[in-house]
């Protein structure tokens, strides 16, 4: 059995309890992991005075794979995004949202099952923005978007789709109005489209596309966009599954892949042992499949739904009635694990 290296930053907040969660979990599927422990955030500031220390960068570059606790990002002032400065160090040009229901969560919608494909490298989110005179009344920002930089993230969709047996692949834009950034994106789109005929490909403007996820998200299948559509129409598509607890994602570049939970690092409730894991879970269940250990990510994503479904061993988001600990959820996946050996 093939043994892997995986760099944590356990994050502030929640981060180091949901993250012991998921190692554990993990550890239950047989699969063998050496983890190294690193700083990033507000711990890393205490510590090195830096939120993204140069030790993490490079325990990452070498590793290739990281599994990353929620990291506050201060707002309005403070330190930029260790999000942001993890994405573009590594070029991790592929932020990856799944959007699953699993029954036994509130939600407006049944078997929903969406995949987000967000560029995660380029648009608003480069952070070429500035105050325009010396009154500070007046700022600006640049959108930035290259042909190289669409192509390969509608590729990796459609690459996806394709991979996948997914049928279809929305290519979302703002086009009429944006009609050099987002006339770009959509005009790759259409070409990269050409290549794959057995696929079916539309687009949406991104303000219709919200409304249609409201009304009918089944329609949808692979949804690829910017970096800042795509940032907020995968909170929108995970609000209709039930909210961000169960939301996983992952940014995946050419050497490199980063697992996270979508949600925040959540400092009101930090310590108290009540922090959902199963979004930071079904993230290490990525995770398992990125590195080809598909066995095992199928028994994590088994266990979490069998759990979840049941309802009576998961934290009060979930079961407002009665939830328990962030421990006794995880001991209730683990259980399933090991009882459902294959």
Request: glycine share 10%; with cysteine; charged share 25%.
């Amino acid at each position: 059995m093939k043994k892997h290296t995986i760099a944590i930053l356990p994050g502030d907040g929640i981060g180091p309890e949901i993250v012991e969660s998921v190692v554990r979990v993990i550890e239950a599927t047989g699969v063998e992991i050496e983890w190294k422990e690193f700083l990033a955030g507000i711990n890393a500031i205490e510590k090195y005075k830096d939120p993204l220390p140069n030790a993490t960068i490079d325990a990452i570059r070498e590793v290739g794979v990281a599994l990353k606790g929620p990291i506050t990002t201060p707002v309005g002032s403070g330190f930029r995004s260790v999000n942001v400065a993890l994405r573009m160090e590594f070029d991790l040009y592929i932020n990856l949202r799944p959007v699953k229901s699993f029954p036994g969560v509130k939600s407006r919608y049944e078997n929903i099952d969406l995949v987000i494909f967000r560029e995660n490298t380029e648009g608003l989110y480069v952070g070429v923005e500035h105050y325009v005179g010396r009154d500070r009344n007046t700022a600006e920002a640049m959108t930035i978007i290259t042909r190289h930089g669409s192509e390969r993230i509608i590729r990796a969709a459609f690459e996806y789709a394709q991979r996948h047996n997914r049928k279809k692949v929305t290519i979302v834009h703002k086009a009429n109005i944006l009609k050099y950034t987002s006339g770009l994106f959509l005009a790759v789109g259409k070409e990269v489209a050409e290549q794959f005929p057995e696929i079916i490909c539309d687009s949406k403007i991104v303000d219709n596309m919200a409304m249609q996820l409201v009304m009918d998200p089944n329609q949808f299948d692979v949804i690829v966009t910017t970096n800042l559509f795509g940032d907020i129409l995968s909170d929108l598509c995970s609000g209709l599954v039930g909210g961000l607890g169960m939301a996983p994602g992952a940014n995946i570049g050419e050497g490199c892949a980063i697992f996270e939970a979508v949600h925040g690092s959540a400092p009101d409730i930090a310590g108290k042992g009540i922090a959902n894991p199963m979004a930071l879970i079904l993230a290490g269940a990525m995770m398992l499949e990125h590195l080809n250990e598909t066995v095992a990510a199928e028994k994590v994503l088994r266990a979490v739904t069998f759990v979840v479904r049941e309802g009576k061993r998961v934290t009060r988001d979930l079961n407002p009635n009665g939830g328990v600990t962030t421990k006794e959820t995880t001991n209730a996946v683990i259980e399933f694990i090991s009882s459902n050996p294959t």
